[in-house]
């Protein structure tokens, strides 16, 4: 499903705006973090490869905020 939703992603950005470029770059590492998980058993969401998993999610999450906040600002002009 992640790979699925990178290539939606993917493609949009093609279209839209470059910005979807980034955002399938995080859900093609998504689908390549949970792939690891699912098919080696290994303990990918827990201890220090954990918090690798929700440090890469968070500056995936403020680089959006971020980029969200400057285009409604730049819309509001």
Do not use: C, P
Not at 36 to 53: C, L, P, Q, R, S
């Amino acid at each position: 499903m992640w790979l699925a939703i990178a290539g939606f992603l993917f493609s949009m950005g093609l279209k839209e705006q470059k910005i979807y470029f980034l955002f399938s770059v995080y859900f093609l590492f998504n689908s390549v973090w949970w792939g690891i998980a699912f098919f080696t058993k290994a303990d990918m969401f827990h201890g220090t490869i954990g918090w690798v998993f929700r440090g890469i999610t968070a500056v995936f999450l403020v680089i959006g905020a971020v980029w969200y906040y400057f285009y409604k600002k730049k819309q509001g002009e």
